[in-house]
């Protein structure tokens, strides 16, 4: 697809058309990424997205306890030997 730059105050800038826009699921921000000497765009990664959902299920399927327990919780060569209480 072929399109021209359009003056948008000091700048210039694309309209993208919103077929393409629904199809890719561009939202408000967007990344914008230069490599190769190409623009590429992509919807703007939110991180840590889903984890509230995904931490609820895992509490309800009891799947939030340490496995790694007895390690963590038991004192270090460090904690005997450096450690002052």
Not at 56 to 65: G, L, R, S, V
């Amino acid at each position: 697809m072929k399109t021209k730059l359009i003056r948008i105050g000091n700048s210039q800038g694309v309209r993208i058309p919103k077929p393409i826009i629904e199809e890719i699921g561009l939202s408000e921000e967007i990344e914008m990424i230069l490599k190769d000497n190409k623009i590429i765009l992509r919807s703007a990664e939110q991180s840590r997205k889903g984890w509230d959902n995904a931490f609820e299920k895992m509490a309800e399927e009891n799947d939030d306890q340490l496995i790694d327990k007895e390690g963590v919780e038991a004192p270090s060569q460090w904690d005997k030997t450096e450690w002052t209480w």
